[in-house]
């Protein structure tokens, strides 16, 4: 199993538009093969962080969605709102 942790930060102008655009980007994940979990979250403090919180079945499916229609149709049209990206790839321990 994989889990993966990315945190986005979004242009504090287009949070709402952003916002609807990752969450159709959850909906259509949620479809994919592979996927276990995919959330999104908003942080309470500064609205213009999100994070995401994902669990795949394998890395290989995992880079199937990055490289899949979903991620690609996100991509062209809302990822100019972002403007920092940091990504984790966890393995489970316990």
């Known amino acids: 199993m ?6 986005i930060s ?6 709402e538009a ?3 655009a990752m969450t159709e980007l959850v909906a259509a994940t ?4 592979g996927c276990i979990l995919y959330q999104l979250h908003q942080d309470n403090q500064q609205p213009e962080r999100f994070i995401f919180t994902e669990s795949w079945h394998s890395h290989a499916l995992w880079r ?3 490289e899949g229609a979903a991620v690609a149709d996100f991509n062209a049209g809302a990822a100019d709102g972002i403007t ?7 393995t489970p321990v316990a």
């Open 10 to 15: 979004v242009d504090p102008a287009r949070i």
């Open 84 to 90: 920092g990206f940091e990504l984790q790839q966890l």
């Open 2 to 7: 994989l889990t993966i942790v990315a945190r």
């Open 30 to 33: 949620r479809q994919e093969p």
């Open 64 to 66: 199937q969605h990055m």
């Open 18 to 20: 952003m916002k609807q």
